[in-house]
């Protein structure tokens, strides 16, 4: 796991030195940095609800070319707390791969052993064309204070078509009642609606509606980009 950790951090740096590079090289361009933040009436993470009611999570990241460098976080107000940096490529013809770090605040940043370790490492692949899209996620080591036991899978295909969007996902591991069986525990439909604050201002207003098969569960979420 220390092993691990380190790649990720040393991806990380060697990331971040070439950022300063690029930005050295051309002073005058539109910085590459960005930040956003959704709100959703409910976190629901790949058919499985999070947290407890409204949920705050906000992005900052770079961007150069095909890469990305960021953080992703989840907030509600009943204290359920979730940091997510990530690192990933996006190659022209739609292939993208990345490494995320599942993190929890509260739990100590520096722990990294297998019994209590509080990062839980996943990569990732997914492949999009046109208004297909494909994903496969496995996590690659044990975490006891991530409650990850490793081995985690995820996979999930979807489709956009012109007013709506549709997807399905399976696993195992955090995504299942029972860990060891992999089975779908997402099936969703969306669709998304622009709202015209004025001629330089739109919010998107996102809403789904996901059935988790395995747990019994149905919700249906709305959300806001800013």
Known sequence: MKKLWLLFAGMVAVFSISVTVLNAQDEEATSNFSVGADIYSNYIWRGSKLGTGPA????????????TLGVWGSFDANGYAET???????????????????????????ETSDTAGSHALEINAGFALGGLSLSANYVVNEAG??????????IQAGYAFENFNISLGAGNGWHTADPDKFTVCHIAIGTTKTIKLSDTFSIPVIGSVILNPDKEQLYVVVGFSL
């Open 56 to 67: 705050f999570q906000p992005t900052v990241k770079f961007n150069s070319g095909g890469f």
């Open 145 to 154: 204070g991530a409650l990850s036991s490793g081995g985690d899978t995820y």
């Open 84 to 110: 997510d940096p990530y690192i990933s490529y996006a190659f022209p013809f739609g292939l993208s791969l990345g490494l995320t770090d599942y993190y929890y605040p509260g739990l100590p940043v520096f």
